[in-house]
């Protein structure tokens, strides 16, 4: 699958090669309607483009927050949808209840890595409530002596390193 090759590109300092696989996977599924661009199975695509969007940093920054928005409106789009549907939800999508959550910790968890790459003492508050929301919705999945969590704690604690050094 290109999400998961790309998230080994990113480990391995090849955040470009991720990005150009990613966007152009992406690109070509809403090419060959696979899904729509409002598509909730994208949302693992948008992170990683998210992700190494922030990784480059700098003007970047930007379209990192942009995948994140686009993400968070398509998550918001089908929750409010399911909603609607009632307790029955829709067979039509390949996500299930578990990856929809797993997606909401995931959007807190890059928007407080996003707020915590801008690197402005305004942001930090904003990257504490991200990144504690985030946490805790792991924590409810995974409890919180996991290994799955090793990654938000670290993004938790550069921001207090960071703190102490303003």
Sequence with gaps: QAVDLA????INGQIDA??????DKMTGTIKDKTFMEDSIELLPAYFVLAEANICHGGSRLK???EFLIAAYWNLLKYTSEENEKGAGGSDDTLVTKQEIEQYRACINKMFGRLFLAQNRPETHKKALEELSQGIFLECKEHGPESIFLCSSYYYMGELFRKEDSI
Excluded: G, Q
């Design 7 to 10: 998230k080994r590109h990113i």
């Design 18 to 23: 991720a990005n150009r696989l990613v966007y």
């Design 63 to 65: 379209k990192a927050e």
